[in-house]
């Protein structure tokens, strides 16, 4: 399989090398290696269906030990959480913006694709809506206050409303002012183990 050179405004890059880069431009991270054959306009490690020529081989490798050479300062690699051995990883993004600003040839059509993945990603990150703060507050202080009722289940709804536990760790690092003593209550009262009666919080 032939490097593409270009967009390819004319339909002649092969249909699978298209599909290569628009399906490698989605991924979270590329091989250094796979990467360095990707923006030159080659299959990844693996997919050609050739060898290629020793000259092109020693291209890349020359590319590869740039890169490597460049990990950590001008080009940000991504640590695993996995074992991956030897392999290194970098982002699709990241890589092609250290190569163009290192004057290397980029695929503009992987290019293209890429860019086009990241406005994809950044829309969908923007459009996520976050939990209200009183969401998140009543599920911290539910879940403190089924441990707590788990070491001592006798304790009344209203006194485990006031338990400084939820302050500190529940509603306390989340919202701005402290919720009255009624909407504890209410955010809790059905975790007590056995459904008991706990009264309402009277009033102060």
Not at 10 to 39: C, H, N, S, T
Not at 58 to 72: E, H
Not at 115 to 139: F, I, Q
Request: proline share 8%; hydrophobic share 35%.
């Amino acid at each position: 399989m032939t490097a593409d050179k270009g967009s390819d405004p004319w339909g002649l890059v092969p249909v699978e090398m298209k599909a290569f880069y628009k399906g490698w431009a989605r991924v979270d991270r590329w091989p250094l290696q796979d990467a360095v054959r990707l923006i030159s306009g080659f299959p990844p490690r693996g997919f050609e269906s050739e060898a290629l020529p020793k000259k092109v081989e020693r291209k890349l490798a020359a590319y590869v030990q740039l890169a490597k050479n460049c990990l950590g300062e001008s080009l940000p690699w991504m640590k695993q959480d996995f074992d991956s051995g030897d392999e290194l990883y970098v982002g699709p993004n990241d890589f092609i913006l250290w190569a163009k600003k290192m004057g290397l040839s980029v695929n503009e059509l992987l290019e293209n694709y890429v860019l086009e993945a990241e406005a994809g990603e950044r829309k969908a990150k923007k459009n996520e809506r976050k939990p209200h703060p009183n969401t998140v507050a009543r599920l911290r202080c539910q879940g403190i206050a089924c441990m707590l009722w788990d070491d001592n289940p006798g304790m009344t709804i209203t006194a485990m409303s006031k338990h400084q536990a939820l302050r500190e760790y529940g509603y306390g690092p989340v919202l701005n002012s402290t919720p009255t003593p009624e909407t504890v209550h209410g955010w809790i009262k059905n975790q007590k183990p056995g459904g008991g009666k706990g009264g309402r919080p009277k009033k102060e």
